[in-house]
């Protein structure tokens, strides 16, 4: 009560000397005003000046809308505009805007929903010798749904010998010049760079365990040269990917983006012909760490490297590859210890803050994965490698994950086994349809002797009924009398043809 | 009279009002329209995509030329002026010294073959060094001569360890590996965001360093070394006042067995650093190294563990992978740590005990 006394107390006096009560007359009082005092002026003159401020009025605003539709028409206006809007710096600072630039790593942090929040993904591909799977790597990159202009290619071609680089470049071109306004990347960059690797690239060799560790280190700095030179401060995901993958699903990195982790892989398998088995897991260097594995490691000297899938090195380890089942839940994760090159989807802060791929045993084992023309294996000894980075990784505490049901598909290349068991099995095929040729034409001569006999019995038939029936016409001619003995003798004659027809028949 | 004609020019409508109303429709006409079209293709292609254009949804559906690199081309030679080889400056900075910048602008390497490339913390020490640093890249870029060819600005995206507060000696040390793994982490992202296709040198140069020979890029080139270091010193004005000079940078020594010892009885996740009294490493500290020629500043020593303080390294060694551990790497970390790396790759680091570049002294 005594709350609301004061405020009346106080409202009502300030009302009074105020002259609230009297605001609306003040109003239009003040309004009227003018008015009032026009009263005084000659009536005539009232409306001639009220019209021409009308008329002032009218052309100004038919001025400023005919500007603003002209500056924003005209495109040599924009900088006339920017006078207006942001000022004199921008003239100013062409020197700077040139050579400058201002970046702030928080903002390339890598999201859930990259595609949405317009985040760049920077594109890697090692390329050696890989001519004959451009066009397929290509085709992929078309159906893409990720928007292209957010991705950036980078390409390494090493020591190749064939025409790579120019169907690459090619290839590049017609992609930047589709007719779809989707189709074009952003930057796009070739490196060129031979490290005079001496590794033959042949199966035997590449697979040859011994060739392992020198191999996987010289991938590994291909790798590496191939990311320093591209990486930059606005690219928020790395995606390396071989260029003989040859079906992924086209959202596969929107797919793999959505778990949000600093590292990710899915499994990836090989189609294989029906005598092999119609499927088998192709990248065995996506496993969890063992206890065996660890203890082999400590035996073995500082320059070693484990390589998995060898019979010299039994680690045991659980690999991602054979934990696939078609029918699970492809988003199913899986903490992994070490990953295969052949698609990896990974932040760039992982790589900017100095994980990379080892061209060094770190920790016993040497990154490198298939690059360039990659993968021919006898079905039962597999391909591997050990991709370091991860273990780098795992140190920095980054999450390294792996999806044991999302399945894209490696080419598959037939090995010098495959190819020499599937020359036995053509020979044997050659060999089969030899033999059933021979069957075909014995069955052929077969049917045409007989043919032959028939048609000779069909001849004989219709002529001796021929002859049957000319003696017979005679006869009823001659006389009614002989004429049953006489077809008797026909019937007769005709039933002696057809046993000797059986005869040439058996 | 007055009164049956007021409401009729209350309702009258202001031109004033007209105006805003139309300018307003004008411009949410104009925006409306716009966001949808792509604008102005044409001025963005033009660009050089060295220039790294920042993405911005504008610039979606420009078709960029197809940019082709041989770095079988680069060349790594002792003398990279006459073979027009690009330099790469890279400098941690958490503080903006002037005579860092004044002694930078000495340098008489081309200045257009020079990137320079800085990573500054994201707090408020940062803001400050950030905004001086770019009033002073302002006024050098303006001008015509001198212009460097491209200064790239970043900004830490983790937050820089907390001050180390002394308690114990273990606890010091224990900070020490947070500091100087996140000082690693810094410069990896500085390094590996603005290597380009084209460097030939990288020069890691740090904010503290304010004097420095004006040809140091060349002199360091010009002993064709994978990754060699000065000597980094302090001047400073002893009891008398008198202007004297100190060893600064402790991190460049040649290993001892001592060291080799303690390391192998350590954890896979201790580090063996140097300066500290409850380690003594006995490691000959390039700092304190007698040579028999205290004038020959082209003496060589080779070096298993390097200070960053000012150091030259070749573009290739870092494309190999050899980077700043910020995990304990052979109980090494950053700098020293990137030597045993670089090591493992097959670079050996070289120290130059007398040619000295100086540390600026609070």
Same mark, same amino acid.
């Given at each position: ?66 500007? %603003? ?27 700077? %805007? ?6 702030? =790593? ?230 992994? $210890? ?48 050990? @991709? ?62 007989? &043919? ?27 006389? &009614? ?26 | ?69 041989? =770095? ?67 006024? @050098? ?56 296709? $084209? ?20 002199? =360091? ?98 494309? $190999? ?42």
């Amino acid at each position: 009560m005594g709350i609301l006394d004061r405020t009346r107390s106080k409202s009502l006096p300030t009302g009074l000397s105020n002259g609230n009560r009297f605001a609306p007359e003040d109003d239009s009082q003040w309004l009227t005003r003018p008015f009032a005092l026009s009263r005084f002026q000659p009536r005539a003159s009232t409306p001639a000046t009220r019209r021409r401020r009308k008329l002032v009025v009218r052309v100004a605003i038919a001025i400023a809308v005919a500007g %603003l539709f002209a500056c924003f028409v005209w495109p040599g206006t924009a900088s006339f505009i920017s006078i207006f809007s942001l000022g004199l710096l921008s003239s100013d600072n062409d020197g700077l %805007l040139d050579t400058v630039r201002y970046y702030d =790593l928080s903002n390339v942090q890598g999201t859930a929903r990259g595609w949405e929040r317009e985040e760049r993904i920077l594109l890697c591909v090692p390329l050696r010798d890989a001519e004959p799977h451009l066009q397929m790597m290509f085709s992929h990159l078309r159906n893409l749904t990720y928007p292209h202009h957010l991705i950036d290619l980078a390409f390494l071609v090493s020591d190749s010998k064939d025409r790579t680089l120019d169907v690459l470049i090619e290839r590049l071109e017609d992609q930047q010049a589709d007719d779809d306004p989707k189709q074009p990347y952003g930057e796009i960059s070739i490196i060129e760079k031979d490290f005079g690797q001496k590794v033959n690239q042949d199966v035997e060799s590449r697979h040859g365990f011994a060739a392992q560790a020198s191999r996987r280190k010289l991938m590994a700095q291909a790798r590496n040269w191939l990311l320093s030179a591209t990486l930059r401060p606005y690219h928020s995901w790395v995606y390396w990917r071989d260029v003989d993958v040859e079906t992924a699903p086209f959202t596969i990195l929107e797919d793999l983006m959505r778990h949000n982790k600093d590292i990710i892989v899915p499994n990836v398998w090989r189609p294989l012909p029906d005598w092999l088995g119609g499927e088998q897991p192709y990248d065995l260097n996506s496993w969890q760490e063992s206890e065996t594995a660890l203890t082999l490691a400590d035996t073995l000297d500082e320059d070693a490297v484990i390589v998995e899938g060898y019979a010299e090195y039994a680690t045991w380890r659980p690999h991602l590859a054979y934990l696939r089942d078609p029918y699970g839940d492809p988003d199913m994760e899986m903490e992994i $210890d070490g990953v295969g090159g052949v698609s990896i989807l990974a932040k760039a802060k992982v790589f900017r803050s100095g994980c990379h791929f080892p061209a060094f045993s770190f920790e016993k084992h040497a990154e490198t994965e298939g690059f360039g023309k990659v993968g021919t294996i006898n079905p039962r000894a597999t391909r591997n490698g050990l @991709t370091n980075e991860i273990q780098m990784a795992k140190r920095m505490g980054y999450s390294v994950v792996g999806l044991p049901h999302y399945t894209i598909w490696h080419l598959y290349e037939p090995s010098v086994d495959d190819i020499k068991h599937m020359e036995e099995m053509e020979k044997e095929r050659v060999a089969k349809e030899a033999e059933e040729k021979e069957k075909a034409e014995k069955e052929k001569k077969i049917k045409e002797q007989f &043919g032959d006999a028939n048609n000779q019995w069909e001849k004989d038939k219709s002529e001796i009924q021929n002859l049957a029936k000319e003696e017979s016409k005679k006869e009823t001619k001659a006389g &009614g009398d002989t004429e049953k003995s006489d077809s008797q003798g026909a019937k007769k004659e005709i039933s002696q043809a057809k046993d000797e027809a059986q005869k040439v028949e058996s | 009279m007055a009164r049956p004609m007021g409401p009729v020019r209350l309702r009258r409508t202001n031109p004033v009002t007209v105006i805003i109303g139309i300018v307003l429709c004008t411009f949410i006409i104009y925006f409306l329209s716009n966001t949808g079209s792509s604008s102005r293709p044409t001025a963005s292609k033009s660009r050089n995509v060295n220039s790294k254009p920042v993405p911005k949804s504008n610039l979606a559906h420009i078709r960029r030329d197809v940019q082709r690199f041989n =770095l079988n081309h680069v060349t790594i030679t002792k003398d990279p002026i006459a073979n027009r080889e690009a330099v790469l400056i890279l400098t941690p900075m958490a503080r903006f010294y002037q005579d860092y910048w004044d002694n930078l602008m000495k340098l008489s390497y081309p200045h257009d073959l020079i990137t320079l490339g800085f990573i500054i913390p994201k707090n408020k020490e940062g803001n400050a060094a950030t905004m001086a640093l770019q009033a002073q890249i302002a006024k @050098t870029q303006k001008s015509a001569t001198n212009k460097f060819r491209r200064v790239i600005i970043e900004r830490q995206d983790f937050d820089p360890p907390l001050a180390s507060q002394d308690e114990s000696e273990r606890h010091k040390m224990e900070n020490q590996k947070v500091r100087r793994a996140a000082m690693s982490k810094a410069r990896n992202s500085l390094l590996f965001t603005t290597l380009g296709p $084209d460097t030939s040198w990288v020069l890691w140069l740090d904010g503290d360093i304010v004097e420095t020979p004006p040809t140091l890029i060349q002199d =360091l080139a010009s002993h064709d070394k994978p990754i060699i270091v000065p000597n980094c010193y302090q001047r400073y004005k002893d009891d008398n006042n008198k202007a004297a000079e100190r060893a600064y940078d402790f991190n460049s020594w040649q290993d001892s067995e001592t060291a080799q010892e303690l390391a192998a009885k350590m954890g896979p996740e201790d580090l063996l650093l140097e300066g500290y009294e409850a380690l003594p490493t006995y490691r000959t500290l390039m700092a304190y190294m007698e040579l028999d020629d205290k004038d020959d500043v082209r003496a060589e020593v080779p070096l298993d563990g390097v200070g960053g303080t000012a150091l030259l390294v070749r573009a290739d060694v870092h494309r $190999d992978g050899a980077m700043f551990p910020p995990f304990p790497f052979y109980h090494l970390i950053e700098t020293e740590g990137f030597a045993k790396m670089a090591k493992r790759l097959g670079w050996q680091a070289t120290g130059l005990p007398n040619y000295k570049v100086y540390h600026y002294n609070e």
